[in-house]
């Protein structure tokens, strides 16, 4: 860490932030300039977190503290040397050169529904089917999902496709019974701070498939990412699905297409995207999608449903599933483009 | 909800949106203008719901849905007709002209820290006493809180000085042991959007203070209300503490200062400020706390502590408590300003 | 325009504002809800600019006034009846299939740095040469551009290699010495909203680059357009190159990728994206660029230096020429993706 | 500066970054620490410039480039060891322990408009007069002002009353017509960064009132009042007029109150709000005053308008004249609780 004394900052308030830092038993490394001085902190690993600590943002003289290691490391790409993480749901590979296409109604609404969209994905070439059982819904007067039933859906359709599921968990006492369905389990943008979920999923060792928040930075991401790491899980699936800006005329929210490279330099973890909930209109999710794969995302999360103009949730954002087929031979070509080969079982 | 349709939406296209609003048992006004159409629909305020549940976003011709009546109920003005809400919290009256002082330290740290800081914002004036036991961190690597010891520590503040004590939580299952000390149990900003947290705390009918979330709009943070509303707990405090924008560079966040008179306009309830987490440095708490206070806030809550440099948490931020009477003093003046006057037992 | 009337709204409230509309001879059409009155205002085009002048938002017992049609009508989509516009530089054609990429430095810093990178794009397939002879910098203290000499560098690369060249202009002082020299005027990102400037550009006739300013909506970028189409010049491209965000660890800005599909759909103007302002950082560069061919956009420009590690200006953005050919086969692949074909001469 | 390499960062790479730093003329304190190495590089302040010119941030091995010192330094609090500036306009003194109420109309609609609107702000205690001649209008089809006619009614008002006139400059070429009424010129927040137009104000040596542009930093706000100080025109006012933040629903943009107190630790100059446009509606203009002078603000400038029904441009946004008087009244107590007086001849 760095503590950038203030242009005014005394002889006597440089030699007590010195002498604080090596209080706690770290190396104070002063370098006065023409204008100002510089004190470098440096400790092992584990004394940089005391030396945050030491409030010396607070102190007498300090113009400001920047902090230079990342505050993650399970997360970090440092961490695997550079090597990056492929995961195995259920014999699908995701990360590295493995590109996983997830796809299913945003929720679950029928035992109709349910089959006949996770058929068409399977058909299509998805490797995971998506659903939700338990919905997030900024009203308390909306929809709030099917629950247990439709868990048991999915794990209807999981028994007859084959295809691995994906569902949301929001409530940490429900942690159980999506245990019994989920091979992937998701925690939605609205909890990705809620860092109880985080520690039981990350106790429950199932592979989590994260998603960031509207307005976390990539650091915030991964410090979520490192909570679940932090209990001995090491499968978590990073998702970009759009922040808050001040462009709202158009869209919810704006896909940050960046965040991709981003983390993916940042952490060895598989970084995928969700262009449904970025997009919240059907003609922007190609689009996003095709640019999404070829800026070298490892995976979509992608609605699809039968008959959206129908559905309970978020029809306008759902592809048709009579397009589904052309759809996926899109994705495919843009995915080839970044290097990446679709993952089947 | 109004429709707008497209310029080059069609006949067909247009009737067929006008079925769909009748099929739901809601009227239609279509206006013909001279480059476009707008269809208004109207039903009753339960019928509004099912008309979003059409999907006419996606369907073919129209251009965008926008909703005219706002999605709260019981959280907005219009309920009370105007008359604003005033909470009483074991005598300490919030609200219409009564501006409430919370203050404490940030996170429970000692039985000396507790005990001694209950005393300087009791005698100052304050209305109510603040303490974390159980603290969201963005690391889990940091320090988590005392838990228990924590609150039994605050019981033991609330016995000595007599001041209701507010205090965070986080996890639904920490509810009972939370509910045996707090008067007001705080929801951080993080959990505003943790729709099973606000349900528990609407079904256990105690006052709760609801942190807008860092990317929250106010029509969210109302409907995050709304949820404990709607549980028959009508004892909800607003809080405003800053939000997340482009400047970052000598701050983390940027108070939102109109987000008090708005809200105030939208909501019956009493709206705070939190000039701490909003200011994140000592320097900037008074200015921040006399700005709000001015623009017509009902209360404040503030961070204080005996020896701000030892803190565990957020001791930057925190004012000293020898400055604490002297701040108190300032406050009053401007919430005068603004016609109201402090509470106190 | 939509005039929403609150819920308190009075009958004298609501007649009052239907005269005022009726008074600007446009016709009223009032809806009354359940809960509230709107108000449709319907003009013809001219009108509308005449209602949004009434004020109507100040009027007692008026909750909000919400346009319907869009401002900007020679930019819009449907003056060309979704007829997409295709501009020819040079012989250059951009927009619809065609595809052009423009690249070159950043700045015009020597003669043989400037020939040397034009031949370099040309080489490899560009369509244009883009270079700075006047630059906008944040700071007085900084390099401000060769500004003529600049300029007369330009006019030599575009004998020596044919290609038109991109430059930017700042001055509406400089328009007759840069239109000697410039096929494309830029009008940076700081300028789009410097409307006498865009007006000066517009009278000129000379096709211009309009670049997105940083915190812009697309509405607000399409009304900068207007400002230029409505001297007469139809010759607009639009030019997304990020935008602020919360979002500053890693990145200057956020490219909006988003922005490439719904101005498409908004209007019949080419939109092509600036990967290099975007990413502030190499390594970012190529990703960006296939994101966004995938993602429609009808161009890139891009910059590229012979040797970045010297470049006066923005020198770690810049791609290296060496690189440049392997560049280009990929983004042209991305391209193809989204169904358009490298423009050349 | 401070140059973070990446953990993975060479010997080697160290070294030629060390080499690069003393090439240059400066000196390089290498820091090792347990997982990094950080580089320290200190020059005078002349050669900090010369130090960000090159290019390390896309040297191989770096990891980020951190900048210490501020960018700005005749703008700085250093310069003036910690003095406030305060600027005399007419007698009229702004900064320090003296508030300026600016006020008048938006846009000057006509003689009557102007001259009785001038008279109500002056009998209210208002320190200055404002009205707009030249209007930048984000549409074209807008009221662009009177020009040289208000110019000339903007002498009249003055003449009558005796306050000293603000009004904004967009043109460059209109410099000289501006100067011969304007005591105060005005950048609009679209200008802040048209840095030819900053440097002819500055050439001028007319006192500037400067927005902050709607997405523009602190930083970037303060390197724009350095580009009218390094002609060496000290008389520069800054003003916060609301930013782009993701809050679009009730309201165009968000007050930064915090703004007043950084920006006055960061600079000597003075610091006023303009609290119409940031609120955008006139309810909130009144808490929104209180606020910013409560927070510490040097002045206020504010639209005030005889009849705001038929006002030709924000007319929702302006201060009835009735209502002035008191509204002056309560910013005066405000003002007076920051420790401030208001200005008068």
């Known amino acids: 860490m760095m503590i950038v004394m203030k242009e005014t900052a005394t002889d006597q308030e440089i030699a007590a932030v010195i002498e604080k830092i090596q209080g706690a038993g770290a190396l104070a490394h002063p370098i006065k300039g023409a204008r100002l001085t510089v004190i470098g902190a440096i400790g092992d690993v584990e004394q940089d977190v005391n030396i945050e600590g030491l409030g010396l943002e607070g102190q007498p003289g300090v113009d400001r503290v920047m902090p230079i290691l990342k505050p993650y490391k399970l997360a970090s790409a440092q961490i695997r040397h550079g090597e990056r993480t492929v995961l195995q749901i259920d014999g699908r590979k995701i ?8 796809a ?3 929720t679950v609404e029928s035992r109709e529904q349910v089959l006949s969209t996770a058929e068409t994905v399977r058909d299509a070439g998805a490797a995971m089917f998506r659903g939700g059982a338990y919905k997030p819904r900024t009203s308390p007067y909306a929809f709030q999902g099917l629950g247990q039933e439709g868990l048991r859906l999915l794990a209807e359709a999981k028994e007859r496709t084959g295809l691995p599921v994906v569902t949301e968990l929001m ?3 429900d942690l159980d019974v999506v245990l019994e369905v989920a091979d992937v389990i998701q925690i939605g943008a609205r909890n990705m701070a809620n860092f109880p979920l985080l520690a039981e999923i990350g106790r429950s060792g199932r592979p989590a498939l994260l998603k960031r928040g509207l307005s976390s930075t990539l650091d915030e991401l991964l ?4 909570y679940i790491l932090k209990e001995g899980n090491p499968n978590v699936i990073l ?22 490279p981003i983390l993916k330099e940042l952490s060895h973890l598989p970084v995928i995207v969700d262009p449904s909930h970025a997009a919240g ?6 689009p996003l999608s095709l640019a999404a794969a070829a800026a070298g995302a490892d995976g979509i999360i992608v609605e699809v449903h039968p008959n959206p103009d129908e559905a309970v949730c978020d029809g306008p954002q759902a592809l048709l599933a ?16 970044a290097g990446k080969a679709f993952s089947t079982a």
């Open 95 to 102: 990360g590295g050169e493995h590109f996983a296409l997830i």
């Open 104 to 106: 299913g109604p945003c």
């Open 171 to 173: 409530d940490v006492r």
């Open 223 to 226: 410090m979520a990412a490192e």
């Open 239 to 260: 998702c970009e699905r759009g922040i808050r800006t001040f462009e709202t005329d158009h869209r919810r929210v704006t896909l940050d297409v960046m965040a991709v």
């Open 281 to 286: 209109r059907r003609d922007l999710v190609g």
């Open 322 to 337: 009579d397009d589904f087929a052309d759809y996926v031979v899109a994705v495919e070509r843009a995915a080839a483009l």
